[in-house]
């Protein structure tokens, strides 16, 4: 019997590396998950991927499902990850929604089903964990995130996610502008579960361009300096060094001062000065700090993403895309 919930499924599209990929991710959704459902929805975020690796991507789709169960949504420039996401997130009207950032399958068929019916049991957000992140950089930063970030509010390398309708109302009230989902999904206090599933047998890993890397390091930095404790404790760390210094250099100093009759003229004022400077420096430094984490939810008002355009997919509007044309009908998010 087919679940009577309604689904939607995000994909985010930037660069299709080669079209084996295409048809293994479609052949994995639709048996491992759409035919499953009678009402579901699937939404192609299109983040500057153009031409033929686009149509191509849906056509793949529309062998499966119907062409009016697809919408595509054409940012107007290069967005990234997290932006694109949430443009696919605001328009889908699922029950649950199913967010697939990438399109390399590295995760068993029947995972995407266990995923659902984990969050059927009461969890609103539940992911697939790869056991093993083959990713050096990404070791890096969940390691240094998660040492910033009380245990509860950990992440880690994920695959792909299904969120309930109440924990995508309890994300978007945080503020219209999402920097780090995944983030807001760890802190947002709804019950929350991982999935870890063995990926030894997926050797190869999936390919990132240029535009893509710098925007994930950019991705990387901000979310240590918002969201962690680690810059704060970074800076606290040398102003206690700098403390010591301070401490050692005034007994020194004062020794000198009385024991010595060889102390250069002005050196213990000098030596005193600088030490005390450098430490008021960084716990300054380290107030200014906690306060910019304090106001971060207080800039964060406006939307940070802009639409190009919002159409159903029918056999007309492909043709015309196809041939270089567009006919859309522009929907407001």
Known sequence: MKEVNFISCVIYLHKIHNKQ???KFVENLYHGLLQNFKNYE????NDSCRGDELSDFINMLCVRISRNDITI???ADYSGIENSMLAGDDLA???YIFEFEVLGVS?????LMDIYHKCQTGYDIVSARPEHNKYFASKIFYALYNMGVDKQNRIYSETFRVI??????????????????????????????????????????????????????RLAINSLLMFTKTPRRFILGISLCFLLLFVTIAYRAFDYYFHSQEVVPGWTTTMLYLSAAFFGIFVIMAVVIKYLSLILNTILKNKSYHVESVYKSTNDTEMNRTHGKQETEKVEI
């Not at 019950?191 to 240029?210: C, F, L, M, P, T």
């Open 93 to 95: 009207i699922g029950d």
């Open 42 to 45: 699937v939404i192609l975020v």
């Open 21 to 23: 990929d295409g048809e």
């Open 73 to 75: 949504i054409d940012m």
């Open 107 to 111: 995760y068993p068929q029947e995972l």
């Open 164 to 217: 309930s309708r109440r924990a995508y109302n309890r994300v978007s009230a945080f503020g219209k502008i999402i920097p780090y989902r995944k983030t807001f999904y760890a802190s947002c206090g709804l019950r929350r579960y991982a999935i870890v599933y063995d990926n030894s047998s997926y050797g190869r890993k999936e390919r990132i361009d240029h535009s893509e890397m710098a925007y994930k390091i």
